[in-house]
């Protein structure tokens, strides 16, 4: 095969109607392309600092081993909003991002069905993207939309081996979307621009433990595998010459796309009269996104097999997470939080399918519950540090400068 290369879901049963909802929706961009921080309101308004905390139905997600420690069954769902803003700031014109909302919604239950067993299911969407460039700016030959959306389905099983130690573990099956636009070529009839649609179910698993020396000090730890999805889709092409028409035809084009293992570190504890405190320092293998090699029936200017690489060159990282909580009565709770959030992509490839770069996220939360239901909302600032256009993006110049805003609001019942 030839090479081209080129910088360019015991009470609560099986939510389908959750799985349906999510299928459809659409990420944004973050550090890399994980959304952590957005999968619930409690979880946003505290940092995703989750690891350690037990008693929240979120523990189906963030770690199952916690569901050991529930003395009943909680399920919630709900949905968080991110409005990002991105631009390149350039020394003669600033071209900015497409400004759209894009919802993330999530489904959570969990509780004992036994002494010491626990049970619990997430649906949510911890990965995803979407970047949209207008299709004239000059950066549109490396990217004009650029869209990953995810959908995982956890269920999980915990059993409290002591009163002071749980494990659990799950399984992990995710469905994947991805869409990507960009202009490839030129003609003396115009531009040719280049569509790939692709899709993959793909399935890993998660292990974790949770510790409680005291009544008021919890410790988890959560490993989460990598999923591999061998995305099987198509290539099209608008704006073709029909003397070209052999060099672009309709395509099968496959991509071999790894969602990074994670390990989560936290502490969490209630010694303070009405407070939580919680950290978790969590780290994500993104050296496993050393390129982007799309395997072509047909070679897009080519018409023969092919392969056309997009290096990448992601790196491991770590990421920060502070949150904290205060009960201000049995009825209200509020919540803030700080995360700081390493990008993992290295500057020498850095394009405008994801020009983002460190972030600092603030956030703030509220919480009301009467009887058997509750509400819980949250807000999220997210900084992104400036960056430049890398080498692979010669006709860009100036600075990648840009924030979001998150709302999140959910709903959840005690059983």
């Known amino acids: 095969m030839s090479q081209v ?193 692709g899709s993959d179910t793909g399935a890993g698993y998660l292990v974790s433990a949770l510790v409680r020396p005291r009544q008021d000090w919890t410790l988890g730890v959560v490993y989460r595998s990598e999923v591999k999805l061998d995305l099987d889709g198509t290539a099209t092409y608008r704006n073709v010459p029909g003397l070209l028409a052999p060099l672009f035809p309709r395509s099968d084009v496959g991509l071999v796309l790894r969602l990074p293992a994670t390990v989560s570190l936290g502490l969490a504890t209630t010694a303070l009269e009405g407070w939580t405190l919680a950290v978790d320092a969590v780290w994500t293998r993104w050296s496993s996104y050393q390129s982007l090699d799309f395997e072509y029936e047909y070679t897009p200017g080519v018409g023969l097999p092919g392969v056309v690489s997009v290096p990448k060159d992601w790196h491991n990282v770590w990421a920060l997470r502070l949150g904290a909580a205060y009960r201000l009565s049995p009825e209200w709770e509020v919540r803030g939080s700080y995360v700081y959030d390493k990008s993992p992509i290295d500057d020498t490839y850095r394009d405008p399918s994801l020009p983002t770069n460190d972030r600092h996220l603030f956030g703030l939360g509220v919480g009301f519950a009467r009887g058997n239901l509750a509400v819980d909302a949250a807000y999220t600032y997210i900084l992104v540090e400036d960056s430049a256009p890398s080498l692979v993006t010669p006709t860009l110049t100036g600075t990648y400068e840009g924030y979001a805003n998150v709302v999140n609001l959910d709903v959840r019942w005690k059983f």
Do not use: C
Request: hydrophobic share 45%; aromatic share 12%; net charge negative.
């Open 5 to 197: 290369s080129r910088g360019t879901i015991f009470r609560f049963g099986w939510p389908l109607a959750a799985v349906v909802w999510l299928a459809f929706t659409t990420p944004a961009w973050s550090a890399g392309f994980q959304l952590f921080n957005e999968l619930s309101a409690r979880a946003m308004g505290t940092g995703a600092a989750m690891t350690a905390r037990t008693g929240l139905a979120e523990g189906a997600w963030f770690n199952p081993a916690a569901t050991a420690f529930m003395g009943g069954t909680e399920a919630l769902a709900g949905t968080a909003v991110v409005m990002p803003d991105l631009q390149l700031d350039g020394p003669g014109a600033d071209y900015s991002m497409k400004k759209k909302g894009y919802p993330l919604p999530y489904f959570y239950a969990a509780g004992t069905v036994a002494d010491g067993v626990g049970l619990g299911l997430a649906v949510n969407v911890p990965y995803g993207l979407t970047t949209e460039w207008d299709g004239t700016w000059p950066g549109r030959f490396n990217a004009v939309k650029t869209e990953l959306r995810t959908v995982f389905v956890t269920p999980s099983v915990s059993y409290r081996v002591f009163d002071w130690l749980a494990v659990g573990a799950g399984a992990q099956v995710a469905r994947a979307d991805a869409e990507l636009t960009n202009a490839i070529s030129v003609t003396p009839f115009g531009e040719v621009e280049n569509k790939i649609e």
